[in-house]
């Protein structure tokens, strides 16, 4: 099948957000531009790394002195746009900077089909203009448009269950069997 390619340059939103319940929820990054929307699912612990490695790039880039332009975002607490129809599941995610447009890359490839989970070696890259290969959304974000996607991926992943006071794991609301209490519940 021949390779999708999901290009946002830039996005009105682009923003992480859930469906379902806490214990069991999709996890997506959206983008969209006009009528135009794309979801692509991915791990909690992909939106995590994702916000965490963007918040540091951000802060290398002010101690560098790149200066964000002056627009405001705001704070997005939307859901996200609906009908979520999931494009593809992501595999790899990427960061990177465009220096000459002030421009932070986002990029998310769906997982091959052959493919067993493992990491892209930097001199392996994939050509982006093959006809065959992963999906790709691609997104280019100025840098207060990526703070925002940042706090809000944050306010998304804290959302979640809470964790058991004494081992840290999830809490399902009827509590759950904790080893720190020799299996006996917590509730």
Same mark, same amino acid.
């Given at each position: 099948?021949?390779?999708?390619?999901? @290009?946002?340059?830039?996005?009105?939103?682009?923003v992480?957000?859930?469906?379902?319940?806490?214990?069991?929820?999709?996890?997506?990054?959206?983008?969209?531009?006009?009528?135009?929307?794309?979801? @692509?699912?991915?791990?909690?612990?992909?939106?995590?790394?994702?916000?965490?490695?963007?918040?540091?790039?951000?802060?290398?880039?002010?101690?560098?002195?790149?200066?964000?332009?002056?627009?405001?975002?705001?704070?997005?607490?939307?859901?996200?746009?609906?009908?979520?129809?999931?494009?593809?599941?992501?595999?790899?995610?990427?960061?990177?900077?465009?220096?000459p447009?002030?421009?932070?890359? @986002?990029?998310?490839?769906?997982?091959?089909?052959?493919?067993?989970?493992?990491?892209?070696?930097?001199?392996?890259?994939?050509?982006?203009?093959?006809?065959?290969g992963?999906?790709?959304?691609?997104?280019?974000?100025s840098?207060?448009?990526?703070?925002?996607f @940042?706090?809000?991926?944050?306010?998304?992943?804290?959302?979640?269950?809470p964790?058991?006071?004494?081992?840290?794991?999830?809490?399902?609301?009827?509590?759950?069997?904790?080893?720190?209490?020799?299996?006996?519940?917590?509730?």
């Open positions: 099948m021949p390779r999708r390619r999901y @290009v946002y340059d830039p996005p009105e939103r682009f992480a957000g859930t469906v379902g319940q806490p214990g069991d929820r999709t996890f997506f990054l959206q983008a969209r531009d006009g009528g135009r929307v794309t979801s @692509v699912v991915l791990e909690k612990v992909q939106v995590a790394v994702l916000a965490d490695r963007l918040n540091r790039l951000l802060d290398e880039l002010e101690q560098r002195g790149v200066t964000a332009p002056a627009e405001a975002e705001t704070n997005d607490v939307e859901p996200l746009d609906e009908p979520v129809v999931e494009a593809f599941r992501a595999g790899t995610l990427t960061l990177g900077w465009d220096g447009s002030d421009r932070i890359l @986002v990029e998310a490839r769906a997982r091959g089909e052959d493919e067993e989970e493992e990491a892209i070696e930097p001199d392996e890259a994939l050509d982006d203009e093959a006809e065959d992963p999906d790709i959304l691609r997104v280019r974000l840098t207060p448009a990526a703070r925002a @940042v706090e809000r991926a944050v306010r998304v992943i804290a959302s979640g269950r964790p058991c006071p004494l081992c840290g794991q999830p809490l399902d609301p009827q509590g759950h069997i904790c080893p720190r209490r020799n299996g006996h519940y917590v509730n």
